[in-house]
């Protein structure tokens, strides 16, 4: 079925530990997000990619480093975990970015304690 | 911050339509209006996106205002699965390589569809 997955599902982290979010979509798709969810707030984006080999900030990009080595994998990495990175990480892609529809991932819930 | 305002909850009786609301004041001429919904715990779902004239397709339909400035979703026959928390986001065309065009998601609007 196509669409975007994430893994893992969710992720228990020690503080200063590295870890890596995987997103992959097999819908051929130019741009793909990362967002953070905290509870009481929306998505918030942290880093966006326009197209392979290309990768942007968004709103809240500090902790986070992101690749788009090619078309299918945008994966997020906290090089040293914090407790405030704790939250829902939702990945998206979109046919270009910023036009019509995003497709989101079913999510990562990461706790770092 | 996002662009837009939004009920923080409404509530909807099964069957009837929901409407809901979002004002974008400071809207500008390229820049469309999207809604979303995400329903607990998954990711979110886009529903609608329209410019300025009213889109409708097999999820809602979408009523912009002339002036732009606000909009409605109209979810026709809502059932107790329409109950999400719904984003009306405002987003620009893209400047390719620029960050315009990137969602903001505000708090959105919490519909509860009661039988």
């Known amino acids: 079925i196509a669409g975007i997955t994430q893994a893992p599902t969710s992720q228990i982290l020690a503080a200063g530990r590295r870890m890596t979010l995987r997103c992959t979509q097999d819908m051929r798709h130019n741009a793909m997000y990362w967002y953070r969810q905290d509870l009481g707030l929306g998505l918030r984006l942290i880093h966006y990619s326009n197209t392979a080999g290309t990768t942007g900030k968004g709103e809240v990009p500090d902790g986070y480093s992101v690749s788009r080595a090619n078309t299918d994998d945008f994966p997020l990495t906290l090089a040293s975990a914090v407790p405030s990175q704790t939250s829902v990480y939702f990945c998206a892609s979109s046919a270009r970015q910023g036009v019509g529809e995003q497709f989101f991932g079913p999510g990562t819930r990461l706790t770092v304690l | ?115």
């Open chain 2, 1 to 115: 911050d996002a662009k837009t305002t939004q009920p923080p909850s409404m509530d909807c009786a099964e069957g009837r339509a929901a409407n809901l609301p979002c004002n974008h004041s400071t809207i500008s001429g390229n820049e469309y209006v999207y809604w979303y919904r995400q329903i607990h715990s998954q990711g979110p779902q886009y529903i609608i996106h329209g410019l300025k004239n009213n889109e409708t397709n097999e999820m809602a339909s979408l009523i912009i205002t002339e002036d732009r400035k606000s909009s409605t979703l109209i979810l026709p026959h809502a059932t107790l699965r329409d109950t999400a928390v719904y984003y009306c986001i405002v987003s620009g065309t893209m400047n390719y390589g620029g960050s315009q065009g990137n969602l903001i998601f505000g708090k959105g609007t919490k519909l509860s569809v009661k039988p």
